[in-house]
């Protein structure tokens, strides 16, 4: 079997996912080099997962590494400059999100890409997440007849990397992080459907002592299609990760919690190594949760990506639907900033999605 050769650029904690993704479940794909802005940091990645190359330089990375596809795993600020370098080399690119900082960087990652002939593949795991995709077969089967309203909430009590909490590296605060996910799963559910406006309510109720970002919003999104779509997501909720959607319909209701059912239910007195993501502690009662990986869809969409780009088929997920997601992005900060709905379609030119909801 021919494997195609993959570049990890970034060695936080999506980094790990990833590797986790490709090393157990896609022996189609070969990890061969990572990248790390720090050198030890490179080193220390590449040996803890035995890859090959590593590198402090990205430039390098693309011509001395043999990859053929080049996963972003950087922080926001990056994606734009390492994905028009990639696609200038030739690379197909596998983009965690969000897609981009602006839509200016969105909108040159994919013309380059479409340019250069390489793919670029946007990494929403819940467009893949095996819950949420049974959720999504039901509403296609007629489960719950005429959807009119969906739910989609993220919440746990805050990012793993520092990064996270600077505007200038993430351009915004929890929407930029996990509100991206929601807006995904909200087209992905509704076969792309337009946008006609947005209305939402943001504020930064815990960590204002590390960020000018919020960390707690909720968005309301109103499709020309009829449906009404909601998302929460939060840095402030305590007690480790929640990610649970709704789906609303004329003749049922269908609920997935991305975790509850995938867990056991455990009491330790002294506590123990790691039980999910985002977990504060583990000293009494705890849910370990088992797969967590599988369970939200990474390794389904990494492999995907891999598939696409040996049998030259078009992804599924692809930048467009990133920079769609980005502009509901924007919209959401710029009615949370003026207090009103939004109409899409929706463009401003700002630096950071998040200077439209700032005041200067």
């Known amino acids: 079997m021919q494997r195609t050769k993959v570049a990890i650029l970034g060695a936080g904690f999506i980094t790990d996912i990833h590797v986790e993704s490709y090393h157990r479940f896609i022996p189609e794909a070969e990890v061969v080099a990572v990248y790390a802005r720090n050198k030890d940091k490179a080193k220390a990645f590449a040996e803890k997962y035995h890859i090959p190359q590593w590198f402090d330089n990205v430039d390098e990375l693309l011509q001395k590494s043999g990859c053929e596809v080049v996963d972003i795993c950087l922080p926001n600020f990056l994606h734009a400059e390492t994905t028009l370098k990639a696609a200038k080399a030739g690379k197909h690119v596998i983009i965690e999100k969000p897609l981009a900082v602006t839509l200016e960087e969105a909108d040159a990652m994919i013309d380059a890409c479409k340019k250069a002939n390489v793919k670029l593949m946007y990494a929403e795991e819940l467009c893949f997440a095996p819950k949420y995709e049974r959720v999504r077969h039901l509403v296609k089967e007629g489960a719950v007849g005429k959807v009119y309203m969906l739910k989609q909430a993220e919440k746990h009590s805050g990012p793993h990397g520092d990064w996270f909490y600077d505007i200038k590296q993430a351009g915004g605060g929890v929407l930029m992080d996990m509100g991206c996910h929601a807006f995904g799963w909200f087209f992905w559910m509704l076969n792309n459907a337009k946008v006609k406006s947005v209305s939402a309510s943001m504020a930064t109720v815990l960590h204002g002592g590390r960020t000018q970002g919020e960390d707690n919003s909720v968005v309301i999104v109103e499709f020309e299609n009829g449906v009404t779509a909601v998302a929460e997501n939060s840095w402030a909720k305590h007690g480790g990760m929640d ?107 700002v630096d950071r999605p998040i200077d439209l909801w700032l005041k200067p």
Not at 267 to 286: C, I, L, P, V
Not at 294 to 301: A, I, M, S
Not at 303 to 314: A, D, G, T
Request: glycine share 10%.
């Open 243 to 349: 990610d649970k959607s709704e789906v609303y319909g004329t003749e049922g209701v269908i609920y997935a919690d991305l975790f509850l059912g995938n867990a056991a239910l455990a009491y330790s007195k002294n506590g123990y190594g790691y039980a999910m993501e985002k977990a504060d502690t583990t000293a009494g009662w705890s849910f370990p949760i088992f797969e967590e990986v599988f369970n939200q869809g990474y390794p389904h969409e990494l492999k995907h990506f891999i598939e696409c780009v040996q049998q030259n088929k078009e992804p599924l997920v692809t930048g467009e639907l990133g920079r769609a997601v980005l502009e509901v992005i924007y919209a959401a900060y710029a009615a949370a900033g003026q207090g009103k709905k939004i109409s899409l379609p929706f463009h401003a030119k």
